[in-house]
C-alpha cells in the first residue's frame, strides 16, 4: 500500500485507483481555479453596483424608503433562513419547506448581496461605495458557501 498525502488522504493500492484519485484531486484544484473568475466577477459588480447606488440613486430622494425597506426584509429573510439551517440543519429545512425551499434559497442567494449594497450605500450615515463593494464581494463568498452546503446532492446534506 502507498499513501499519497494530498492526491488521497487514505491508503490506496497502486493501480487503477491510484490514477482515479488523481484524477479527482486534479479536477478538484480545476474546480477551484474556475471558482476565482465567479468571485472576480461578483467583486466588481458589486462596485459596479455600489457605484452606481452613489451616484444614481442616492440623489433620488423617493426611492431611498422603498429600496432600503425592502432590502431589509431581504437581509431578515436571508438571517431567517440561516437560524432555521442552524437549527435544523441542511436535511431537516428541506423536508420543512419542501420543494419550495430551493427557488426560495436562490432568490434570497442572488438578492441578498445588493440588498446589502443599498442598506450600506443607502442609509443616513453610509459608507463610502468602494468599502461596500469590498464587503459586498466578502459576503457573496459566504452566500456560495451556503448554496454549496444546501444544494441538492450536497455532501453537507448526509444525514449524520
Known amino acids: 500500500m502507498v499513501n499519497l498525502g494530498i492526491l488521497c488522504p487514505v491508503p490506496v493500492v497502486l493501480g487503477p485507483s491510484v490514477a482515479h484519485c488523481a484524477l479527482l484531486a486534479g479536477m478538484e484544484n480545476f474546480a477551484i ?3 476565482i473568475c465567479p468571485g472576480l466577477i461578483a467583486f466588481a459588480a458589486g462596485m459596479i453596483y455600489c ?6 440613486v442616492s440623489p433620488i430622494d423617493r426611492l431611498y424608503p422603498f429600496l432600503y425597506v425592502a432590502s431589509l426584509l431581504v437581509l431578515l429573510w436571508l ?3 440561516v437560524v432555521l439551517l442552524l437549527a435544523l440543519g441542511p436535511a431537516g429545512f428541506w ?5 419550495r425551499f430551493f427557488p426560495a434559497h436562490l432568490a434570497v442567494f442572488f438578492l441578498s448581496p445588493p440588498a446589502l449594497a443599498n442598506v450600506l450605500v443607502l442609509r443616513p450615515v453610509y459608507c463610502k461605495w468602494y468599502v461596500a463593494g469590498v464587503i459586498c464581494a466578502l459576503f457573496a463568498v459566504f452566500l456560495v458557501l451556503l448554496n454549496f452546503c444546501v444544494a441538492p446532492r450536497s455532501s453537507c446534506m448526509a444525514p449524520w
Request: charged residues 10%; aromatic residues 6%.
Open 95 to 99: 423536508a420543512l419547506a419542501g420543494p
Open 33 to 35: 481555479l474556475l471558482a
Open 51 to 56: 457605484d452606481f447606488l452613489a451616484v444614481v
Open 79 to 81: 438571517l431567517g433562513e
